[in-house]
């Protein structure tokens, strides 16, 4: 049972080139979330999803996309990366609230140069 | 939405001695407040949380406090430890909504 697992945990991007963050869960929850996390900013969400099929913004979504294709995965996209979008992004996942626990992934390291 | 603070915004403590750690929240609706840890390189972790039909909780040495007609709630670690060391955020959440919302966090510092 690995929970929820992100990749790639490292990157390096170029401005304006694109990148996937990949997140899957194996405990059957319905709920996942994308955050992202800067010095003195805590969690900050991006998008979520309620279910597969489904998405929708959160605090910060401009210049991400995602995608639910399955249950299982949340994707996380950018179009054309910014330097403004160096950050740590965590997703997340819980059963079937968003008044229950979060589980989160170890995160991923993301620089734009 | 849901504005949440939290302060301190760094705190070191010597071992053994309690630390607390603040928030407030402004939507009235909120109705579920967790608490997670963070250690280093790790995705934060659920430690206590804490529902509004309850005043206070604890788990040993962590307890967590609620104020609903003030619109804050606390986290309490007595007798810390050198591995109590680690980043606090609080949050909160409401079943009308669809998010959480995350305090800043604290750093906190248990020195041996």
């Known amino acids: 049972n690995a929970g929820v697992t992100q990749t790639p945990k490292f990157r390096v991007l170029k401005t304006g080139q694109s990148m996937t963050l990949l997140c899957a869960q194996d405990?059957?929850?319905?709920?996942m979330y994308w955050y992202r996390q800067d010095p003195g900013m805590g969690l900050r969400l991006i998008h979520y999803?309620?279910?597969?099929?489904?998405?929708a913004k959160g605090e910060v979504p401009d210049g991400y996309n995602v995608s639910r294709l399955k249950k299982q995965n949340f994707l996380l996209g950018l179009e054309s990366a910014a330097p403004s979008q160096t950050s740590v992004y965590f997703c997340a996942s819980s059963l079937a609230s968003n008044t229950g626990e979060l589980f989160f992934g170890e995160g991923s390291r993301l620089t734009v140069l | 939405g849901e504005n949440v603070e939290q302060h301190p915004s760094t705190l070191s403590v010597q071992e053994g001695d309690s630390a607390v750690i603040k928030c407030t929240y402004s939507?009235?609706?909120?109705?579920?407040f967790p608490w997670y840890k963070q250690e280093l390189g790790k995705g934060p972790q659920l430690i206590i949380d804490?529902?509004?039909?309850?005043g206070e909780k604890k788990d040993q040495r962590i307890a967590v406090t609620l104020n609903k007609t003030a619109k804050h709630f606390s986290l309490h670690i007595t007798e810390t430890q050198p591995e109590d060391s680690a980043v606090y955020f609080c949050?909160?959440?409401?079943?009308?909504?669809?998010?959480?919302?995350f305090g800043t966090g604290t750093s906190l510092t248990v020195i041996p």
């Open positions: 999803s309620v279910g597969e099929g489904t998405t």
């Open positions: 939507d009235s609706a909120s109705n579920y």
């Open positions: 405990m059957n929850h319905e709920y």
């Open positions: 804490i529902r509004s039909n309850v």
């Open positions: 949050a909160a959440s409401s079943n009308t909504g669809n998010q959480f919302y």
